[in-house]
């Protein structure tokens, strides 16, 4: 079964510090790979999503994410924060085939400090 | 456009007690999703439906959980006799198809405390 690991359950930075959350997964096939995030308040949206080609994925908000094979993980990354990036962080993976069940980590709640 | 949306927004109930928990999606959007997230958990799949069939029943958790799609838009997840251990947020997301390029938009969820 497949499963997905956040280490880091809640991080406080400083305003224009740089992010990296942590996420990797358990799955012998090809996955689809998501990040989610949910302001306080919202509903979780989609942040960004890697499915094929350049391991390096932009998303919205000036996050980035690397899909690295070999370690089976999908940071997150974005490189100087804002105070309103505070929100709850989910990475998510799915099959490739058939229904595109998500599979989701525990999540990384983010604070940053003005 | 109108978003997802799931009524109620919260719903208290006694142990024992059946809910009904009612999902609308995008309109227009062929595939619907039911995950439960506990509290300082990450959302879990129930179910999935393409239309009006239940193609994907694998993550409920046992027979007192059961959802319908009749019409193949709005989708109810019923809960028999409940238990405690049926608080959590139940969301519901709705996409175009149930291709992986297609996202997953979720709707604020439905709160159900079992007291």
């Known amino acids: 079964a497949q499963s997905v690991s956040q280490h880091n359950h809640h991080v406080i930075l400083s305003e224009a510090a740089s992010l990296e959350l942590g996420c990797n997964y358990s799955y012998g096939g090809t996955v689809n790979l998501f990040w989610y995030v949910q302001y306080p308040g919202q509903h979780l949206q989609l942040l960004l999503k890697?499915?094929?080609?350049?391991?390096l994925v932009k998303g919205i908000k000036g996050f980035e994410a690397e899909f690295i094979k070999s370690k089976f993980s999908f940071n997150l990354r974005k490189p100087s924060v804002q105070w309103s990036d505070t929100a709850e962080y989910f990475c998510?993976?799915?099959?490739?085939?058939?229904?595109?069940?998500?599979?989701f980590g525990q999540g990384t709640r983010l604070t940053i400090n003005p | 456009g109108a978003g997802v949306s799931q009524t109620p927004s919260n719903k208290v109930t006694e142990k024992g007690k059946y809910v009904e928990l009612r999902c609308d999606p995008i309109?227009?959007?062929?595939?619907l999703y039911w995950y439960r997230q506990s509290l300082g958990q990450g959302p879990e799949f129930l179910i999935y439906?393409?239309?009006?069939?239940?193609?994907?029943d694998s993550g409920l958790p046992n027979d007192r959980f059961f959802a319908v799609r009749p019409e193949g838009s709005v989708s109810t997840l019923k809960i028999q006799r409940t238990e405690r251990g049926d608080s959590a947020v139940y969301l519901c997301a709705s996409s175009l198809m149930a291709a992986a390029v297609d996202t997953q938009y979720f709707g604020p969820g439905t709160r159900l405390t079992v007291l």
């Open positions: 998510a993976v799915s099959q490739i085939q058939g229904a595109q069940k998500l599979v």
């Open positions: 439906f393409q239309g009006t069939g239940a193609a994907d």
């Open positions: 309109s227009g959007h062929t595939a």
């Open positions: 890697y499915f094929s080609g350049d391991p």
